[in-house]
């Protein structure tokens, strides 16, 4: 009967080599795990900031005003109680006056008329009473192409932040209407010591056209009427379209 042979006994520096190696394995497995945490860690950290960072220029995107249709401001044209456009006699065409000459002019708001020698800033695109220029002034800019925004210094509380966006939307330089206005367009309040709008109308479009002045006069804000008044009258229907 055959006896059962037993295995040799591994000599001390096999064993211990044997050790050595699985617990290094087992270390480097420890290492590889705890690299994936800091690694799993640091995308995630990566992603939050990301994130913060986008989430604010996403809702500026999105809010952008020149993104925005022309009915988001203020209410549609068949609700904002225009009436037509009417034309005037054009006058005062490069009649330059001293600044300081209060004029009176034949309308108010006027489409047309002398004035200051300089025109409002070009980077300007909207006013209240506190710095607001002369009329005088503003009519200048009429002359030079611009279609001027006039409204009755009573609805600024409910309407300025949408007048303002409604300002940048038309002169930024990638508007639809960008050929129309030729950033020739500005938002302005009235001086009621100058004459009074009529019963029930808030809002004055004016243009100096090159043979004929047009105003629509509205009760409420609409950003459609804008669009369309610009568009039938460009800054080049004008006696100094080139004029800043």
Not at 50 to 65: E, Q, R, Y
Request: aromatic share 8%; glycine share 6%.
């Amino acid at each position: 009967m055959a006896k059962n042979k037993q295995k040799p006994a591994k000599k001390p520096e096999t064993a211990r080599r044997e050790k050595l190696d699985a617990l290094r394995r087992e270390q480097q497995a420890a290492e590889r795990r705890r690299t994936r945490i800091v690694v799993g860690v640091a995308v995630l950290v990566a992603l939050g900031l990301v994130t913060a960072a986008a989430v604010p220029l996403v809702s500026n995107w999105l809010d952008d005003p020149g993104r925005r249709d022309w009915s988001d401001f203020g209410v549609a044209a068949s609700d904002a109680s225009c009436d037509a456009v009417v034309e005037e006699e054009v006058t005062g065409t490069l009649d330059h006056r001293t600044d300081g000459e209060v004029i009176e002019y034949a309308s108010a708001p006027p489409t047309s008329g002398p004035h200051y020698a300089v025109p409002a800033s070009f980077n300007r695109k909207f006013y209240t009473e506190s710095d607001r220029p002369e009329i005088e002034r503003l009519v200048h800019n009429l002359e030079h192409g611009y279609t001027i925004l006039w409204y009755a210094p009573a609805v600024l509380d409910d309407q300025e932040s949408t007048m303002r966006e409604l300002a940048t939307k038309v002169t930024a330089e990638d508007s639809e209407l960008a050929e129309d206005v030729g950033g020739k367009f500005l938002i302005a309040p009235w001086d009621t010591a100058r004459g009074e709008f009529p019963e029930g109308k808030s809002y004055a479009l004016t243009h100096w056209g090159a043979e004929q002045g047009f105003k629509q006069l509205c009760g409420d804000l609409s950003g459609e009427v804008v669009r369309d008044f610009l568009t039938e009258h460009p800054f080049s229907d004008s006696p100094e379209p080139f004029g800043v």
